[in-house]
């Protein structure tokens, strides 16, 4: 999705930083040169005087003017890179110095974004997703069948290859995805891997748990003094590419909660922007706490997973520590 208005002015901020520091660090290398070396001014001058002349002869139509304005502004360069070796200066002393050499800092090349704009996109996008410290350790290739075998083994095959499916197709075919069963079996870490896979591609992605989500969408809707600053967010709870909602059901639920939920399922259904619920709920559970509309949304619009098995995070707990240092499913 294209960034908001406040995103792309947060990034654009960012090159104007650059920018001023690149005119500071110029401007702090000519004083110096300046003071060491007396003529490299002068010649300077020089150099305005002559462009204006030669301009000014321009303008009357002599037509060898620029050639002549070219040659002897080469001259003055010479003149001026020769003080400066003679000075013990290095010859790009007096050449501004950006942290993209490509878009000179301003983010733009030939006007298309530059490709560290569209880093800064990406990172923009991992800070607001609120799992970029979770995507380090949980992503595909921390992915391990080890603790699974039988019917389980097959059941979190079958989810892996669904999410491999998801992001391989997600602008080409709207989905979404559910998964549900028992503790610690993957469902939160496969939810991870897919986000990461989006995000390091550019989409927005925002994950909330449960209980984080309703507290937003609770502050937005009652508390005066945190709407406007949640205005934003609560906007791209609607608008992202992908929300994730994990651990429902550990929310307070009430009929606020249920509201609401419906109220997000759908209009992310509307606009067909992908979602994906983890829950330690059953579909009997589900059913049972929350409306029957949602539970009809969710089961008619949503690939359905059932993970089933030990839980991952006990068992890693009382391994030895040698293996405990391999990443593997979070939940």
């Given at each position: 999705?294209?960034?908001?208005?406040?995103?792309?002015?947060?990034?654009?901020?960012?090159?104007?930083?650059?920018?001023?520091?690149?005119?500071?660090?110029?401007?702090?290398?000519?004083?110096?040169?300046?003071?060491?070396?007396?003529?490299?001014?002068?010649?300077?001058?020089?150099?305005?005087?002559?462009?204006?002349?030669?301009?000014?002869?321009?303008?009357?139509?002599?037509?060898?003017?620029?050639?002549?304005?070219?040659?002897?502004?080469?001259?003055?360069?010479?003149?001026?890179?020769?003080?400066?070796?003679e000075?013990?200066?290095?010859?790009?002393?007096?050449?501004?110095?950006?942290?993209?050499?490509?878009?000179?800092?301003?983010?733009?090349?030939?006007?298309?974004?530059?490709?560290?704009?569209?880093a800064?996109?990406?990172?923009?996008?991992?800070?607001?997703?609120?799992?970029?410290?979770?995507?380090?350790?949980?992503?595909?290739?921390?992915?391990?069948?080890?603790?699974?075998?039988?019917?389980?083994?097959?059941?979190?095959?079958?989810?892996?290859q669904?999410?491999?499916?998801?992001?391989?197709?997600?602008?080409?075919?709207?989905?979404?995805?559910?998964?549900?069963?028992?503790?610690?079996?993957?469902?939160?870490?496969?939810?991870?891997?897919?986000?990461?896979?989006?995000?390091?591609?550019?989409?927005?992605?925002?994950y909330?748990?449960?209980?984080?989500?309703f507290d937003?969408?609770?502050?937005?809707?009652?508390d005066?003094?945190?709407?406007?600053?949640?205005?934003?967010?609560?906007?791209?709870?609607?608008?992202?590419?992908?929300?994730?909602?994990?651990?429902?059901?550990?929310?307070?639920?009430?009929?606020?909660?249920?509201?609401?939920?419906?109220?997000?399922?759908?209009?992310?259904?509307?606009?067909?922007?992908?979602?994906?619920?983890?829950?330690?709920?059953?579909?009997?559970?589900l059913?049972?706490?929350y409306?029957d509309?949602?539970?009809?949304?969710?089961?008619?619009?949503?690939?359905?997973?059932?993970?089933?098995?030990?839980?991952?995070?006990?068992?890693?707990?009382?391994?030895?520590?040698?293996?405990?240092?391999?990443?593997?499913?979070?939940?």
């Amino acid at each position: 999705m294209p960034l908001t208005n406040s995103q792309y002015d947060a990034i654009m901020r960012s090159y104007e930083e650059k920018q001023r520091a690149a005119r500071y660090r110029l401007e702090k290398n000519t004083l110096e040169v300046y003071a060491k070396i007396p003529s490299y001014e002068e010649l300077d001058r020089q150099a305005a005087t002559t462009s204006i002349a030669h301009g000014r002869r321009l303008l009357g139509g002599e037509q060898d003017a620029l050639n002549a304005l070219k040659a002897e502004l080469r001259k003055l360069s010479e003149r001026k890179a020769f003080l400066l070796r003679e000075n013990g200066f290095p010859e790009d002393f007096l050449t501004p110095v950006y942290e993209c050499e490509k878009c000179r800092d301003t983010g733009y090349v030939d006007n298309q974004k530059c490709s560290c704009f569209r880093a800064a996109e990406v990172e923009l996008i991992y800070e607001q997703s609120h799992i970029k410290s979770l995507l380090k350790t949980e992503n595909f290739h921390a992915l391990s069948y080890d603790y699974y075998a039988g019917d389980e083994l097959e059941k979190f095959t079958k989810a892996v290859q669904i999410c491999q499916s998801f992001v391989k197709n997600f602008h080409l075919d709207y989905r979404n995805l559910f998964f549900y069963g028992t503790v610690g079996t993957g469902k939160s870490f496969l939810s991870c891997c897919v986000a990461k896979e989006l995000m390091d591609s550019g989409n927005l992605v925002i994950y909330f748990s449960a209980s984080q989500l309703f507290d937003t969408l609770s502050k937005s809707t009652f508390d005066k003094d945190s709407a406007e600053a949640l205005s934003g967010i609560s906007e791209d709870i609607y608008d992202c590419d992908l929300l994730i909602i994990d651990d429902l059901g550990t929310e307070l639920t009430n009929a606020f909660v249920s509201s609401r939920l419906f109220s997000c399922l759908n209009n992310r259904h509307m606009r067909k922007k992908a979602t994906i619920i983890t829950t330690n709920l059953s579909l009997g559970e589900l059913r049972d706490r929350y409306s029957d509309r949602i539970f009809s949304r969710i089961t008619s619009n949503y690939t359905v997973c059932k993970l089933t098995g030990p839980d991952i995070r006990m068992k890693k707990k009382t391994e030895p520590a040698s293996k405990n240092g391999t990443p593997t499913n979070r939940k």
